[in-house]
Structures are given as structure tokens and as C-alpha cells.
């Protein structure tokens, strides 16, 4: 094997070794999505929440005031 840079104290890259090709498909991104949970859904479910407190909150803010 050719390591690239050898000063003769350090071998740099001696055990380097190539990224392994993954394929990407429709299916796998699919399965994935389903297994780990759509980023894209949680964060509409994290804003959906969000503006459900806000607008709970200005309406108790509302009754109090009044």
C-alpha cells in the first residue's frame, strides 16, 4: 500500500480507506423516513404546536383581562 505522507516519524493516511458508496433510492429514503421520523413533519408538528400555545395563551390573556 502507498502511503501518501511518510516523514518518517508519522505515517499519515496509512489506514485511510474510501467512503463506501450508498445508494440513495425513492424506496430507502421511504423506509428511512418511516423508521427515524420526516424532518420536514416534525417540524410542521413542532410549529403547529407552537402557534396552537401562542394563540391559547392570548386568548386566557384575553379572559383575564377582561
Request: neutral net charge; hydrophobic residues 45%.
Amino acid at each position: 500500500m502507498n502511503i501518501p505522507y511518510n516523514n518518517g516519524k508519522v505515517e499519515i493516511g496509512k489506514y485511510y480507506q474510501k467512503p463506501y458508496y450508498v445508494e440513495q433510492d425513492e424506496d430507502m429514503l421511504a423506509i428511512q423516513g418511516w423508521l427515524i421520523g420526516d424532518p420536514a413533519a416534525a417540524r410542521r408538528k413542532y410549529w403547529a404546536n407552537f402557534t396552537y400555545i401562542c394563540v391559547l395563551a392570548v386568548i386566557v390573556l384575553l379572559i383575564v383581562i377582561s
